[in-house]
C-alpha cells in the first residue's frame, strides 16, 4: 500500500506473538490485492477500466467499501472523494522533479471526472458504474485504514486481547499494555515530526492523522501539501496537520483528509455533529484547534 504497517501484540510466549502478527500481516496484504491500482487484474482497475462503458460485479466486500466512502462523501459535502483518481502524476507529482505549479485551468480540466454521485451502485447485483468515460477510482484515502480495522478484527476473532495496529500513523489500539496500563500515543508536532506536542490515551480507540509534514514540495520557498482539494485539483493550504479521534481506525483515516480540505471552521463544525469523533487541527501559525470534549495535556 506504499505505507509502512507495524503491528503490536501481547501474547503469553513469541511464538504465539507471532502466530499472530502473520496472520495481521496476510489480512493486509489480502486487502491490498483486492483495492491495489498497481495490479492489473485487481476489481478496482476493473472498475476503472469499464467507466463508461459498463457496470462491473465486484465482491461484496469492495461493494460495501465503496458504498461507505460515498456517505463520507455525502456528509464532507465531496471533500472526500474516492474518484479522484483522474487526477493523475501528470499533474501532481510530490517529488523532486516538480519545480512549479500546475496551472488552475489545467487542474479544473481534470477535477471535472472527480464526482462521487456518477458512482453508480447497484446493491442487489453488487455492481459498480463509473458513468464518465475516463473515470477512476482509488481507496487511498480510506484504504489503509480498512486495513488496519480488519487486522484488527482478525486479531479480536483469534482472542487477541490486546494490541496496536499501526498504518503509517493511522493506528487502532485495544486492550491493555502487559502492564496494565492503557496505550498511549504521542500526537506529532509537525514542525518536528518525530516529537510530540501532547499525548493521549488511546486504549479502545482508533487515531488518524494527514499532515502536510509528510508528504510535501517546496516550489518558490512555499510548503505544498499533498493533500488536493477535489473541487479545484490544488493543494490546500494554511493547515499543517489534523488529527481525528474515532472508534474505527477507517473512518478515522477517511475523515482526516476531508476536514483538512473543508478548513478549520467547517471542518470542526461537522466533527462535533458526529457522535464518538473528535479532533486536533494545526494551522500554519502552530495555533491548535480542538473538537467539542478534547482536553490536550
Not at 500481516?25 to 485487481?42: F, G, N, P
Not at 465486484?58 to 465503496?66: A, G, K, M, Q, T
Request: include cysteine; proline fraction near 3%.
Amino acid at each position: 500500500m506504499g505505507n509502512s504497517f507495524t503491528i503490536t501484540v501481547v501474547a503469553e510466549n513469541q511464538k504465539k506473538g507471532n502466530e499472530n502478527i502473520n496472520l495481521a500481516i496476510e489480512e493486509i496484504s489480502r486487502i491490498e490485492r483486492l483495492l491495489s491500482t498497481y495490479k492489473e487484474d485487481s476489481q478496482t482497475n476493473l472498475i476503472n477500466e469499464n467507466a463508461g462503458i459498463r457496470p462491473v460485479k465486484v465482491d461484496l466486500e469492495i461493494f460495501s467499501l465503496i458504498e461507505r466512502s460515498i456517505g463520507i462523501s455525502r456528509i464532507t459535502q465531496g471533500a472526500f472523494d474516492i474518484s479522484y483518481g483522474s487526477i493523475d502524476k501528470s499533474l501532481w507529482n510530490f517529488d523532486k522533479s516538480m519545480t512549479k505549479l500546475p496551472d488552475a485551468q489545467t487542474a479544473q480540466k481534470m477535477v471535472h471526472l472527480i464526482d462521487y454521485r456518477n458512482i453508480i451502485l447497484d446493491r442487489e447485483n453488487t455492481t459498480v458504474f463509473l458513468k464518465e468515460k475516463g473515470m477512476r477510482i482509488g481507496f487511498g484515502g480510506i484504504g489503509k485504514g480498512y486495513a488496519a480495522e480488519m487486522a484488527k478484527q482478525v486479531l479480536l476473532q483469534r482472542g487477541v486481547q490486546s494490541g496496536i495496529i499501526n498504518a503509517s500513523g493511522d493506528l487502532s489500539a485495544w486492550g491493555l499494555q502487559p502492564d496494565g496500563r492503557k496505550w498511549t500515543i504521542g500526537v506529532a508536532d509537525p514542525d518536528s515530526p518525530n516529537a510530540a506536542f501532547s499525548y493521549m490515551e488511546i486504549s479502545g480507540k482508533a487515531v488518524a492523522t494527514s499532515g502536510n509534514y509528510e508528504k510535501y514540495i517546496t516550489i518558490d520557498g512555499k510548503k505544498y501539501s499533498h493533500t488536493i482539494d477535489p473541487k479545484t485539483g490544488l493543494p490546500i493550504t494554511g493547515i499543517k496537520s489534523v488529527t481525528i479521534i474515532a472508534s474505527n481506525v477507517e473512518f478515522a483515516d477517511a475523515m482526516a483528509t476531508p476536514i483538512a480540505v473543508m478548513g478549520i471552521k467547517a471542518g470542526l463544525f461537522l466533527i462535533d455533529q458526529i457522535p464518538d469523533l473528535y479532533c486536533i487541527i494545526i494551522d500554519d501559525s502552530n495555533k491548535i484547534y480542538t473538537s467539542k470534549n478534547i482536553n490536550l495535556t
